[in-house]
Nanobody
Framework: QVQLVESGGGLVQTGGSLSLSCAAS????????MGWFRQAHGKEREFVAA????????YYADTVKGRFTISRDNAKNILYLQMNSLKPEDTAVYLC????????????????????WGQGTQVTVSS
């Protein structure tokens, strides 16, 4: 049974930082592209960042480029998202996801391209 469990969300002021983690189990974590998405209240799920299986290739949404950093530890089966210079518009539920079907593509921003999802962790940025 595949499980993705996010943690690290919370309330932070504008300009602050948060670090999210996603612990994976039940899948060959090191073989697949992993991604972070977010969903604000009443809005569609939005791509944030993705990382290739080896951890060297990354891809970001323009809205977070230069502020967020995605990384992974394949030995621990953990995906990370370091978020700096946070803005109120970053407020959302952040979800990690595994892409087990695209064969290593990291530029897929469509949530439908991801196979497994976590439950999400709330990030709230106050102004």
């Amino acid at each position: 049974q595949v499980q993705l469990v996010e943690s690290g969300g919370g309330l932070v002021q504008t300009g602050g930082s948060l670090s999210l983690s996603c612990a994976a189990s039940g899948l060959a974590f090191s073989r697949f592209t992993m991604g972070w998405f977010r969903q604000a209240h009443g809005k569609e799920r939005e791509f944030v960042a993705a990382i290739g299986w080896g951890g060297k290739s990354t891809y970001y949404a323009d809205t977070v480029k230069g502020r967020f950093t995605i990384s992974r530890d394949n030995a621990k089966n953990i995906l990370y998202l370091q978020m700096n210079s946070l803005k109120p518009e970053d407020t959302a539920v952040y979800l990690c996801a595994a892409d087990t079907t695209s064969g290593g593509v990291i530029t897929n921003t469509d949530p439908m391209g991801y196979t497994y999802w976590g439950q999400g962790t709330q990030v709230t940025v106050s102004s």
